[in-house]
């Protein structure tokens, strides 16, 4: 406390040091620190499919309707969702912590959408008979090259993989929001914000994981309901 | 220090930005639906689908991570370190390229799931 009100009394010049040096809490620096990591962790995982889809034939098996329809509508409610928190963010700023809860909520509505259509999603592609190390039976005759290469079975492995890590990050991020709601009025304005930075960063790793995932994949040739594979 | 005090250091933007910037994220998302139809080369498909995200992400960094308005040491420290880290990941491709080249070529197509057992 004492050090913090004397860093506010002598502001540390950027690159002098002093108590707060970024001037943001050491909580919020924890939370940019973890963000960096984890999204190296995300990179990694998407660099390791952009090398197997480059050094393999890969399908591109999603049609319009159901995989492209949900995952777009998600990549709505995730947008929603970062609107609804900043709006929760900038009321608890003010110190009105029952509109923040409220803003909150509807955040956590957004965050249990994405799950739920996700799971379906997840769900048709699984009655289809893919699975992490297998396509469809389908799917292979379809993508399998002219010169008789079949398409990588890896597809499933890559998809279930950086789309379940991601779905985890979002439950998690329900949970995290469920305790600041349930809380807010003992917590201080800057832990508030710090659940927000979290819930921007599961937002900001879904856009880059629906274009490379979904869209790079879509069947744009309808080469599968040609072959009656819908 | 009194709360507004606070707000007005640590919390700038207003409710109308916020909304404006949403309105880019969707339309960028559409733009990206989109071009999922338009038949091109997979390269500038690849290049332009990355640009758009990258703009995406700045955006949500900038005004909703609230990166814009926190001093300038805070986004020196994180931002370039991590762009750094991404792209020495990139070493890895060249070598996905040679090994297209290298595949194992099956002779007969890999296995597939067991069919579902019908209930009886």
Not at chain 1, 117 to 135: C, D, K, N, T
Not at chain 1, 142 to 169: N, Q
């Amino acid at each position: 406390m004492s050090t913090e009100a004397r860093a506010e009394h002598f502001p540390a010049v950027d690159w002098e040091g002093g108590a707060l040096p970024y001037r943001v809490g050491h909580r919020k620096l924890g939370m940019w620190l973890f963000i960096v990591s984890d999204s190296l962790t995300f990179s990694a995982l998407l660099i390791g499919y952009s090398y197997l889809r480059a050094s393999n034939v890969w399908p591109t098996p999603f049609p319009f309707y159901p995989s492209i329809v949900f995952a777009s509508v998600m990549t709505f409610c995730l947008l929603s969702s970062s609107l609804t928190m900043v709006f929760g963010v900038s009321a608890s700023s003010k110190g009105d912590k029952a509109k923040a809860r409220k803003w909150i909520l509807a955040t956590i509505f957004f965050g249990a959408a994405f799950i739920v259509l996700h799971l379906i999603e997840w769900s048709h592609l699984i009655e289809q008979g893919m699975r992490p190390f297998y396509l469809p039976e389908k799917w292979v005759q379809v993508f399998t090259t002219t010169e008789g290469v079949p398409p990588s079975p890896l597809f499933g492995a890559t998809f279930f993989t950086i789309t379940g890590l991601h779905m985890f990050h979002v439950a998690t991020g329900v949970l995290y929001l469920l305790i600041v709601a349930g809380r807010i009025k003992k917590l201080k304005h800057e832990d508030v914000e710090i659940s927000g930075l979290y819930w921007h960063f599961v937002d900001l790793v879904w856009m880059f994981v629906f274009p490379l995932i979904y869209i790079m994949s879509v069947d744009m040739h309808h080469l599968l309901a040609a072959a009656g594979g819908h | 220090m009194n709360a507004h005090a606070h707000a007005d250091e640590h919390f700038a933007g207003s409710n109308k930005l916020f909304i404006s910037i949403w309105v880019w994220l969707v339309a960028l998302t559409l733009i990206e639906i989109f071009l999922a139809y338009v038949t091109m080369p997979i390269h500038i498909m690849l290049t332009i689908l990355i640009g758009l995200s990258v703009i995406k992400a700045a955006l949500i960094m900038a005004y909703f991570m609230h990166l814009k308005f926190e001093r300038l040491s805070l986004i020196i420290t994180l931002v370039p370190m991590l762009v750094v880290c991404i792209l020495l990941l990139f070493v890895f491709f060249p070598d996905s390229y040679r090994s297209i080249g290298l595949r194992y070529q099956f002779k007969q197509p890999p296995p597939v799931a067991p069919a579902p057992v019908e209930e009886p």
